[in-house]
């Protein structure tokens, strides 16, 4: 099959899957990898619900390698059901360098700081993507209207040991009893070096938790 985790995914890794008859990506994780198979966990689409597909179905594969993303095509070619449904699919052609397709998302808590309206809060996130985050913060309601929908932040995401700071939209506010600001946030010209620490943080995250039976 190659060189594992450049020429074909290793066991654990996280996938983007893109199905031709659908528009949007999914998440997998691949449980072997096989004589030029795949035994994948029945791929989740943004909500976490899994989806169907039929057998014969075109699919590419994506992960990181090593270095960087990698890619390979697949078809579909059985759908196990029971406890734990999989898919079994075939390698279909040689790997490529892969792009990205969607902002995998993962529970995770980290501390964040968000600066707007000449305020600084501290707080937490409650799941993180490269390409945004739900968060919580500390301090009184926002008095000033520095934090509405639509608004411009400044955030600083701690990955441990290493500060991402972006600029943020304010996308949503979830309302809270205690009125603290929790804020969906949604980056705007993360650098790449800055979405790739992300990424490689929700990934260790989710094959964690993937691995502790939880997702």
């Known amino acids: 099959m190659g060189t594992p985790g450049i020429d074909y995914p290793e ?3 996280v996938l983007d899957v893109k199905a031709v008859s659908r528009d949007d990506v999914l998440t997998s994780f691949v449980e ?4 030029g198979e795949l035994v994948l966990s029945i791929g989740e689409d943004s909500a976490r619900r899994r989806v169907r597909l039929e057998p014969g179905e075109t699919l590419e594969l994506v992960w990181r390698g090593p270095e960087e993303l990698r890619a390979v095509p697949a078809e579909l070619l ?15 052609g040689p790997s490529s360098r892969g792009q990205r397709r969607a902002a995998v998302r993962a529970p995770l808590t980290v501390p964040v700081q968000v600066v707007a309206g000449g305020e600084r809060r501290a707080g937490t996130t409650l799941d993180l993507s490269e390409g945004g985050t739900h968060c919580l913060l500390q301090g009184e309601p926002d008095k000033n ?3 509405e929908v639509g608004s411009v932040v400044h955030v600083t995401v701690d ?20 009125r603290r600001p929790e804020l969906s946030l949604r980056f705007i010209g993360l650098a ?21 039976g939880l997702i």
Do not use: N, Q, Y
Not at 193 to 208: G, H, K, P, S
């Open 32 to 35: 072997e990898a096989t004589g």
């Open 192 to 212: 790449e070096r800055d979405e790739d620490d992300i990424r490689r943080r929700v990934f260790a995250e989710l094959r964690d938790l993937r691995t502790r």
């Open 145 to 147: 209207g520095a934090l």
């Open 159 to 178: 990955l441990g040991g290493r500060a991402v700071a972006t600029k943020a939209e304010v996308t949503r506010r979830h309302p809270r009893e205690d």
């Open 78 to 92: 059985e759908v196990r059901t029971g406890e734990s449904p999989t898919w079994r699919v075939r390698i279909a």
């Open 11 to 13: 066991d654990r890794t």
